[in-house]
């Protein structure tokens, strides 16, 4: 999985404030970005916001009292991140396995877009399917690796303020998340139907400012909790072809932590 941010100092007070509202005002939930303290003119504040998450907007008439934070989208200058892992599990619906003890990966979120993306490449170590060890071509026995990931946040339901990180290929991966071979058995990952964006789905938290997220990727008899979300691919989840037997629908269980090398927060705007 790969990378995360901005600063401004000496801006005058107006121009922070033209900014925020801006901001909040073209946002399309939910978003990357940053909550920071105003810096006060005298003791009149021009922030759009009077908490340290950015969830509560505070009225013009208000402003100069309670504006103590402002809404920065995006990732700054600072916009990489990492990510590790313990034990992994790839299963299809049909019981085919693949496990890996260990996993990492590094990448950045991606400045000056929608303040949705970020790209990545994940890394897995002593990968095994029924006993034989399964390498990525040119890499170690038992490491994986695989394309250029890109990640999209957006909502699994709205009504719930529940929020997703959906993985799919990068269009240089030409629809496949990996290839690799266990001894003899090939093996290929893609998106559900190889579509444009379809890939894997995991929640994640909202309306907090941090550096640090557990992802837990979370799977059953080969079907990925959850599989919809409310955007491109509503229906989207890993298919995975064993011995060019056909494609079925696979499941990925981990717990991932990811470092970003500042804090961000997703925030929903409700």
């Not at 404030?17 to 801006?22: D, E, P, R, V």
């Not at 309670?66 to 920065?72: E, Q, V």
């Not at 034990?87 to 260990?102: D, F, I, P, Y």
Request: positive net charge; contains cysteine; proline residues 4%.
């Amino acid at each position: 999985m790969r990378r995360i941010r901005i600063a401004g100092l000496c801006l005058v007070a107006a121009l922070v404030a033209s900014i925020a509202m801006t901001a909040t005002a073209s946002a399309t939930a939910p978003e990357l970005g940053r909550c920071v303290k105003n810096i006060p003119v005298g003791k009149k504040y021009s922030g759009g916001y009077s908490d340290s998450k950015c969830t509560k907007a505070v009225a013009p008439a208000e402003q100069e009292s309670k504006g103590k934070y402002d809404w920065l989208p995006g990732p700054g200058t600072k916009n990489g991140f990492t990510s590790s892992g313990g034990a992994a599990t790839l299963a299809t619906k049909g019981g085919k396995t693949v496990t890996c003890t260990s996993e990492k990966s590094s990448g950045e979120f991606i400045v000056g877009t929608d303040n949705k993306h970020e790209q990545t490449v994940v890394e897995f170590a002593g990968c095994k399917s029924n006993g034989f060890a399964c390498t990525t071509t040119g890499k170690a026995s038992g490491e994986l690796v695989t394309n250029e990931l890109l990640g999209e946040v957006g909502f699994e339901n709205a009504a719930k303020k529940k929020t997703a990180l959906k993985l799919y290929p990068a269009p240089s991966a030409k629809g496949k998340f990996i290839e690799f071979k266990c001894v003899g058995l090939e093996v290929k990952v893609r998106g559900k139907g190889e579509e444009a964006g379809a890939g894997i789905l995991v929640n994640i938290k909202n309306d907090k400012m941090t550096a640090t997220e557990s992802l837990k990727y979370k799977a059953t008899k080969g079907v990925q909790k959850p599989v919809k979300w409310e955007g491109p691919n509503p229906e989207t989840y890993l298919e995975s072809n064993f011995e060019n037997l056909g494609y079925e629908q696979s499941g990925q269980t981990i717990t991932s932590t990811v470092k970003g090398e500042e804090p961000l927060e997703l925030n929903i705007f409700v």
